[in-house]
C-alpha cells in the first residue's frame, strides 16, 4: 500500500496493471507485465452488501487466463460463518514469476480489518451530500498474517463494500440490500430435505460425499381448471452437463438416453404426465462423472408449447440408490412459458456436490434452447 491510489474497486476500477470490472460476475485483471516492480503481491479481497456475513454461502474464486478465458484454478473457501470480509486468493511474485495462493482468510470487522492488517486507517464515511473519500495513507508498514515478499501489496477490494469500514468510503450505493445468509448450508445428516427456491443442500451424509448413483425424479400434473377437462401434459425432462467454462458438453434428454459412456441415464419419455410418482427419471452415477463435468443443470420443456401455468405440482426430488427420497423441491408458483430450470449441481473444489433449486422460467420448448440460460444459472 504506497498510497490511497493502490485500492482497485469499484469506485476506483483501475491502478497500474490492475483492472476491476463487473458484469455477470466482478472480476480483478492482472496485467502481470505491467505491474509496477515495486509491487509484491496483489490481494483479491471480497466482502458481501450491508454488511452480512458470509454464512450459508461459498464465494468461489476462479483464475482464468485473461487472453483465452480458460481456467486455470479454483478456490472456494470452506465452512465459513460469522465473517463479513474475505481475502480470497493472492498473486504474488516469486523470482521473476508471478504465482497464485488461496488464501481464504475471513474477517468478523470487514474490509477495515483487512486494510488494518496491511497498515493502513480507514476513516469514516463523509456525510452523504460529500464526494467520497478514500481511505488515509498508510500508518505503518504491512503486517499479513501470512509469510509475504519483502515489498508491501496492492488490494484488489470487492464490487460493493457499503460497511463504513470498507478501503474507500463512497457514499452508500443504490443497489437493494442483499438477502440475509442461510445460518448454514444444509446437508443430508438430518434426513430428508425440502429445498425452496434458490436453496442449497450439499449433497453430504457423516462427513462423506455422495458419490453413488442417484435418480433425479421429475413430475407434474395437468392444472385443474373450472368447467375444463383436463388435458395430456407432454413435458420432457433434461439434464446438461457443463464444464468449468459453462461449456456444454453434453445433453441426455427422451433423444438421448444416455450419455458420457452410460454414467448419465434418462429412463425415456412420458407423453401425457398421468399416474402418481414421477413422470421422468434421470440417473446419475456421481462417482463415475468425467473430472471435467462440473456443473449438471435439470431442465422440464413442454414440446407441445403448452405453458408451466397449464402445469400442477411440479416437483423435482433426488433419491439415492435404494430409492430412499433424499431431497425435493417444489414448484409452488408457474409462469406462462415453455421451459424451467429445475435445479443445479455444481462440483465443489473439496470433491463432493451441492444442489441448488432454481425454479427459473424461460421461453424454450426444447433442451436446446436451455443451454445458454442453464450455463448462466451455473
Not at 469506485?11 to 496493471?17: V, Y
Not at 413435458?235 to 452437463?241: M, R, T, Y
Not at 450419455?259 to 434418462?266: A, F, N, P, R, T
Request: with cysteine; proline share 10%.
Amino acid at each position: 500500500m504506497r498510497s490511497d491510489d493502490d485500492f482497485v474497486f469499484y469506485n476506483q476500477p483501475s491502478a497500474p496493471g490492475v483492472t476491476h470490472s463487473t458484469g455477470a460476475a466482478d472480476s480483478i485483471t492482472v496485467e502481470t507485465g505491467a505491474v509496477p516492480a515495486d509491487i509484491a503481491k496483489v490481494v483479491v479481497t471480497a466482502s458481501l452488501d450491508s454488511g452480512a456475513t458470509f454464512a450459508g454461502t461459498e464465494p468461489t474464486a476462479t483464475v482464468r487466463d485473461a487472453a483465452t478465458n480458460a481456467v486455470l484454478a479454483t478456490f472456494t473457501p470452506p465452512q465459513l460463518g460469522t465473517e463479513t470480509a474475505l481475502l480470497v486468493v493472492e498473486l504474488y511474485r516469486r523470482n521473476d514469476a508471478w504465482k497464485v495462493r488461496a488464501v481464504g482468510q475471513g474477517y468478523a470487522n470487514g474490509l477495515g480489518g483487512i486494510a488494518s492488517d496491511f497498515g493502513v486507517n480507514v476513516e469514516e464515511p463523509p456525510p452523504a451530500a460529500s464526494a467520497p473519500s478514500a481511505p488515509a495513507a498508510p500508518a505503518a508498514p504491512p503486517a499479513p498474517s501470512a509469510p509475504v515478499p519483502s515489498a508491501p501489496p496492492v488490494a484488489a477490494a470487492p464490487s460493493a463494500p457499503s460497511a463504513p469500514s470498507a478501503p474507500s468510503a463512497p457514499t452508500a450505493p443504490s443497489a437493494p440490500p442483499a438477502a440475509p445468509a442461510p445460518a448454514g448450508k444444509i446437508n443430508l445428516d438430518k434426513g430428508k430435505v425440502s429445498l425452496q427456491k434458490n436453496q442449497t443442500v450439499s449433497l453430504v451424509k457423516g462427513g462423506q460425499p455422495l458419490l453413488s448413483s442417484v435418480r433425479m425424479g421429475l413430475g407434474w400434473e395437468p392444472a385443474f381448471r373450472a368447467g375444463r377437462r383436463p388435458q395430456d401434459i407432454d413435458l420432457d425432462a433434461s439434464v446438461i452437463a457443463y464444464d468449468a467454462n459453462r461449456k456444454k458438453i453434453d445433453s441426455c434428454y427422451f433423444g438421448k438416453l444416455a450419455i458420457l459412456g452410460g454414467v448419465i441415464q434418462h429412463s425415456g419419455d412420458n407423453l401425457t404426465g398421468e399416474g402418481s410418482g414421477d413422470d421422468e427419471v434421470i440417473t446419475v452415477h456421481l462417482g463415475d462423472l468425467p473430472p471435467q463435468v462440473t456443473g449438471l443443470v435439470f431442465t422440464v420443456n413442454s414440446f407441445s408449447g403448452q405453458k408451466f401455468t397449464d402445469v400442477a405440482k411440479a416437483y423435482c426430488r433426488l433419491l439415492d440408490g435404494s430409492g430412499a427420497e433424499l431431497v425435493r423441491f417444489d414448484l409452488t408458483h408457474s409462469e406462462p412459458r415453455t421451459g424451467v430450470l429445475m435445479a443445479k449441481f455444481v462440483r465443489q473444489f473439496t470433491g463432493e456436490w451441492d444442489m441448488t433449486a432454481l425454479g427459473e422460467y424461460v421461453d424454450s420448448r426444447t433442451v436446446r434452447g436451455m443451454v445458454k440460460p442453464g450455463a448462466a444459472a451455473l
